[in-house]
């Protein structure tokens, strides 16, 4: 098992930043890559982001290119998010994922999820 804990959601105004942490613990020489979801009310959630652990190779949602960049510490086991330019249309729960194969829609793990909410 892998146990993932969020951190660094908040309140933050349009055209601002924030930094999102993942920990991740347990099995984590499972991890084959994680990823940052998101899930505004009423929304199904929706990929943003992802980093493959070993090579570190990143893939990024359209809505968020440009903007967010995905980054790891394999030190630390843990995968950040930096959002810049963020925009009311990214407010939503952003939750982090570890999934254990190349599958890249098949994730194993998730955590509790942080809100992040940008005002106008």
């Known amino acids: 098992q892998v146990q993932l804990v969020e951190s660094g959601g908040g309140l933050v105004q349009a055209g601002g930043s924030l930094r999102l942490s993942c920990a991740a613990s347990g099995r984590t020489f499972t991890i084959y890559a994680m990823g940052w979801f998101r899930q505004a009310p009423g929304k199904e959630r929706e990929f943003v982001a992802a980093i493959s652990w070993s090579g570190g190779s990143t893939s990024y949602a359209d809505s968020v290119k440009g903007r967010f960049t995905i980054s790891r510490d394999n030190a630390k086991n843990t995968v950040y998010l930096q959002m810049n330019s963020l925009k009311p249309e990214d407010t939503a729960v952003y939750y982090c994922?570890?999934?254990?194969?190349?599958?890249?829609?098949?994730?194993?793990?998730w955590g509790q999820g942080t809100q992040v909410t940008v005002s106008s």
């Open positions: 994922a570890a999934r254990s194969g190349p599958v890249v829609t098949r994730y194993d793990y």
